[in-house]
C-alpha cells in the first residue's frame, strides 16, 4: 500500500475537518429541535371555539333544552357533560317519564307543564322516533282529598282535556286495576309518557349542537379580559351549571345539604303473552295518591314491561359511585303493591329496573338563580321526580334570564330559599 494512501475506514483530514465544521450546525439544529418540543407541550392545544356567549356543564333535560333556546334566539353556545348526553348514571337517563298538569292549587308548575308539553309534542312529531305518547294520565285518591280537588279546579278552569268520577266510574273504566271504595279519579287525556335518554339525544340533534365530554370544574373568572376560561382555553361570556346530582359536589360550600342526590328504584314487569291490558290503549299512566305518598306506574311503551315506581325518597348517594342493583326488599314492595292493585300481574316477572336519582331542594323547588356574587354564573337543578317533565320551561327560563339581565328571578327558585333538605314528595 503507498505511503500516502489511507488505510480503509480511517477518515482522511479533509472528512474529519469537514465533520467538525458540521458539528455546530447539527447541534444547534438539535437543539432547537428539543427547544420546539418543549414549547409544543407547553402550549395548550387551540380551543376548538375561542369564544361562546354561553357555556352549559350538563347535557341533560335542563341543560340540553337551555341550549336549545338559546340556540334559537341567535346565541352561541357550547354544551359539556361528563358522561355524555342521557347517559346510564343522569336523572335524565332510562327509559321513560311522566308528563302531566294537574299540582293541585300549585299553578306555577302546571303553567310549566302545559308550556312544556308544547315543545316535547313538537320535537316528538319531527324525531325519528316517538318521544312523547299520548297515553293520558290517570289520578285517583281517596275522594274528597284536597290536592286532587284542586287540581280537578284547575284543569277545569284552563280547559285542559280531561275526565273523572267516582270509583264506579274507574272500575267501569279500568277493570284491570283494583280500587278501593271512597275513590274518586281523575283522567288527564291530553297527558302521557315521554321517552328519557332518547328524548334528550334527539333535542340535541334537533339543536344541531355538539356536546363535549369534559369534566367542568367551578368557574374561573378572568379579571383581565372579563370573559370565563374554558378547560380547552376557551371563552364564554355566561355559564350555566345544570349539572343535575352533580351540582351540589361542583358548589359543596353554596349548595351543600341544601340540593341532595337520592338514591331511587324503577321495576318493569312482563305482562303475561297476549294479555294487551297493561299496555296502551287499554292502560294509561297512573299515579295512586294515597296515605301520604304516590306510587305511580307507566304501561308497556315501546316492549319496555309495565313500569312500577313508589316516589319516596331514598338514602343519600354520590351518583359517580352508587351501585346500581336493584334490591331484594324494593321489588317485594313493588311486586305487594301489584298484588293489591293490579293483581293480574301478581305473578309477573321482573324484566328488569333502573336505580337512579332525584336531586331535592329544601323547599321542593327547583333552583334557578345565579351564582352567588356572580352575576353571569347561573345554578340550575333541583329536579328531583319532577323535573323532565318541565326541561322545556326551566330551559326557556333560563334563556330568558340571560336574554335578559333584568328579569326577576322566580322567589321559589331563588338561591336563598334553599335550606336543609328535608324527605318532601314530589312528582
Excluded at 322516533?129 to 290517570?138: C, D, E, K, Q, S
Excluded at 321495576?267 to 294509561?284: K, M
Excluded at 356572580?374 to 337543578?381: F, I, K, R, S
Excluded at 335578559?404 to 336563598?416: G, I, K, M, S, T
Aim: aromatic share 10%.
Amino acid at each position: 500500500m503507498a505511503a500516502d494512501t489511507p488505510p480503509k475506514n480511517v477518515p482522511t483530514r479533509r472528512a474529519l475537518l469537514t465533520g467538525l465544521a458540521a458539528l455546530p450546525v447539527a447541534a444547534s439544529a438539535a437543539a432547537a429541535d428539543r427547544k420546539e418540543r418543549r414549547s409544543k407541550k407547553r402550549k395548550p392545544p387551540k380551543p376548538k371555539v375561542q369564544h361562546v356567549d354561553v357555556a352549559i356543564i350538563g347535557a341533560g333535560v335542563f341543560g340540553a333544552w337551555t341550549a336549545w333556546h338559546l340556540l334559537r334566539a341567535g346565541k352561541s353556545v357550547r354544551l359539556f357533560d361528563a358522561y355524555g348526553a342521557g347517559n346510564a348514571r343522569s336523572s335524565s337517563g332510562g327509559a321513560s317519564r311522566v308528563i302531566r298538569m294537574g299540582y293541585g292549587a300549585d299553578a306555577l308548575y302546571s303553567e310549566m307543564a302545559r308550556d312544556s308539553l308544547k315543545y316535547w309534542k313538537d320535537l316528538s312529531d319531527t324525531a325519528s322516533a316517538p318521544i312523547f305518547h299520548n297515553t293520558g294520565v290517570l289520578w285517583f285518591a281517596p275522594q274528597g282529598e284536597t290536592y286532587t280537588a284542586q287540581s280537578l279546579a284547575w284543569l277545569q278552569a284552563n280547559r285542559i282535556g280531561h275526565e273523572h268520577g267516582d270509583v264506579s266510574w274507574l272500575q267501569n273504566k279500568y277493570r284491570q286495576i283494583q280500587f278501593y271504595q271512597g275513590e274518586t279519579g281523575i283522567l288527564e287525556t291530553e297527558a302521557g309518557a315521554l321517552i328519557a335518554a332518547r328524548g334528550v339525544q334527539e333535542l340535541i340533534a334537533d339543536a344541531q349542537i355538539a356536546v363535549e365530554r369534559v369534566v367542568m370544574p367551578a368557574p374561573l373568572f378572568s379579571k383581565r379580559i372579563r370573559k370565563h376560561r374554558l378547560p380547552d382555553g376557551g371563552t364564554a361570556d355566561h355559564l350555566v351549571y345544570a349539572a343535575g346530582p352533580w351540582i351540589a359536589e361542583l358548589f359543596p360550600q353554596q349548595l351543600m345539604h341544601r340540593i341532595v342526590a337520592t338514591r331511587q328504584e324503577v321495576y318493569h314487569f312482563g305482562a303475561p303473552q297476549g294479555d294487551t291490558r297493561f299496555a296502551p290503549p287499554e292502560l294509561p299512566v297512573w299515579a295512586d295518591f294515597n296515605n301520604g305518598r304516590i306510587v305511580y306506574g307507566i304501561p308497556d311503551l315501546e316492549g319496555a314491561g309495565f313500569k312500577i315506581a313508589i316516589d319516596v325518597h331514598g338514602p343519600v348517594v354520590d351518583p359517580d359511585t352508587m351501585e346500581r342493583q336493584l334490591s331484594p326488599a324494593g321489588i317485594a314492595e313493588a311486586r305487594a303493591y301489584m298484588q293489591r292493585r293490579f293483581p293480574g300481574l301478581a305473578n309477573a316477572p321482573l324484566l328488569g329496573g333502573r336505580v337512579c336519582q332525584y336531586e331535592n331542594s329544601a323547599n321542593g323547588d327547583y333552583l334557578i338563580d345565579r351564582f352567588p356574587g356572580q352575576e353571569h354564573v347561573w345554578l340550575v337543578g333541583g329536579g328531583s321526580g319532577h323535573g323532565f317533565k318541565n326541561g322545556p320551561a326551566v330551559g326557556k327560563r333560563v334563556a330568558a334570564h340571560i336574554l335578559d339581565e333584568d328579569l326577576a328571578v322566580e322567589p321559589r327558585f331563588a338561591f336563598a330559599t334553599k335550606g336543609t333538605v328535608a324527605a318532601r314528595t314530589v312528582f
